[in-house]
């Protein structure tokens, strides 16, 4: 199977930047893209937020409108890890960060880090 690793979380000041990384084992020749997505730690019940996701087939990243001034994805194959710069980063970032990853272009996301935590404080 495929095994998901988010890192890099934490508490900064608002204004500052953070990178998340995910690395992945396993069957990592099963994941045709990561994406990542975010969750505000008080709405466990809502649903994750979708942030961006790198292709890894053909090599293109994308990011949501609303944050593609400030967060972008990128990857490096060599060592099975996806980022995500965060870079002005706001108090309404705060969020569980997730990774996952998806095994074709119409499936769904079938795997999943345990994500990691970011508060930005004002």
């Known amino acids: 199977q495929v095994q998901l690793i988010e890192s890099g979380g934490g508490s900064v000041q608002a204004g500052d930047s953070l990178r998340l990384s995910c690395t992945a084992s396993g069957r990592t020749d099963k994941i045709y893209s990561t994406g990542w997505f975010r969750r505000a730690p008080d709405s466990p019940d809502q649903p994750r937020e979708f942030?961006?996701?790198?292709?890894?087939?053909?090599?293109?990243?994308y990011s949501v409108d609303s944050m593609r001034d400030r967060f972008t994805v990128s990857g490096d194959s060599a060592k099975k890890t996806t980022y995500l710069q965060m870079n002005n980063l706001k108090p309404e970032d705060t969020a569980i960060y997730y990774c996952?990853?998806?095994?074709?272009?119409?499936?769904?996301?079938?795997?999943w880090g345990q994500g990691t935590q970011v508060a930005v404080l004002s």
């Open positions: 942030v961006g996701f790198i292709n890894w087939r053909e090599g293109t990243t």
């Open positions: 996952a990853g998806k095994p074709d272009i119409l499936g769904t996301y079938d795997f």
